[in-house]
């Protein structure tokens, strides 16, 4: 396994290669959510690369970014067990030099679910991976779906942009209890971790109600609201059912797909999940 920390490395790596290049872009902290996307690469691509990087840009508070955990020698390990080709961990001031003054920033998508209660973190994150894209100049990008709102922003700005990609999203991986794996889980004791599940069982009661013909979202909320706040660790940042096409909340009767989405500040752990629902044959 190749390990380049400097811009210059990974790219005259990259010169040296053909064929089609998979890559994962991670904040390390590494778990098998993020090795189902290392799998997917590897059996579709020739080539996978992935990086890490705690992308200070799209933090918008220092004690969040002070506190993401960072493991990097049990993240080598894993990805070695894995046979990835090469990882990449630039270190900040390769990635934002002196005088670095650009940003990307996607103006549809961006606005509501996470980038309202993040304001500037899909900046950060367009950013540092049009950087990315360009230094690595993969052929796909692989990307979870637990990060719903990141995937659309992402495919709109590989498209507004015209990137030479393709992005590729995978499924979220979960625990047996349901809960959806998180480097910030990392955070949690195995107790809250357990606890932790109610924020799946939350989703999975209002998934119930849209299969049971409920159409209205305050109705959806609530019932997800109201499971999820009967655990005492669990403080609701949001609960947000929007169409799943353009991000915007939906606020009267449901009639078109929707991405149910959440946050939750869990016993000091800032955990999100989703899931979405189609109309379509029902
Ligand atoms: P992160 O390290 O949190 O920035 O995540 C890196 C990539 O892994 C992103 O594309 C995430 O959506 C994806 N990811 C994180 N957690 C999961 C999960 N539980 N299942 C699938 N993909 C995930």
């Known amino acids: 396994m190749q390990i ?4 210059e490395s990974i ?18 902290a590494l778990h ?9 690469s590897k059996k579709s691509c020739g080539y996978t690369i992935v990086s890490i990087f705690v992308n200070p840009m799209q933090f918008n508070s220092r004690n969040d970014l002070i506190s993401y955990p960072r493991l990097q020698e049990k993240d080598m390990e894993m990805l070695k067990k894995l046979a990835v080709d090469s990882v990449f961990i630039p270190s900040h001031k390769h990635i934002y030099p002196e005088g670095f003054s650009t940003e990307v920033d996607e103006k549809s998508l961006s606005g ?14 367009a950013t540092v991976l049009a950087k990315f894209f360009n230094i690595i100049q993969p052929t796909h ?9 990141q995937l659309r ?3 709109q700005m590989v498209h507004d942009l015209n990137f030479n990609l393709d992005i590729i999203s995978c499924p ?10 998180s480097s910030r889980n990392e955070n949690l004791s195995t107790a809250s971790r357990e606890k932790a599940a109610v924020i799946y069982n939350g989703l999975k009661l209002g998934e119930n109600a849209l299969e049971n013909g409920e159409r209205y979202p305050k109705k959806i909320k609530e019932i997800i ?3 999820i706040i009967k655990e005492p660790l669990a403080e609701i940042i949001y609960i947000s059912v929007a169409d799943s096409e353009s991000l915007e909340e939906v606020e009267g009767r449901i009639e078109k797909d929707i991405l149910v989405s959440l946050a939750v500040n869990f016993d000091g752990a800032r955990l999100i999940d989703n899931f979405t629902y189609s109309l379509s044959g029902t």
Request: include cysteine.
């Open 112 to 125: 509501g679910l996470e980038g309202r209660s993040r304001p500037g973190h899909f900046t950060g994150v």
């Open 153 to 155: 922003v992402v495919k």
């Open 141 to 149: 990008a692989f990307f979870g779906e637990k990060d719903a709102q």
């Open 11 to 28: 790219k005259s790596l990259r010169e040296n290669l053909d064929g089609t290049i998979g890559f994962i872009p991670t904040m390390g």
């Open 172 to 181: 979220t991986v979960r625990e047996k209890s349901g809960l959806a794996l």
């Open 225 to 227: 609201y109201l499971n």
């Open 4 to 7: 380049c920390r400097s811009i």
């Open 32 to 40: 098998d959510g993020h090795l189902s996307l290392v799998t997917a």
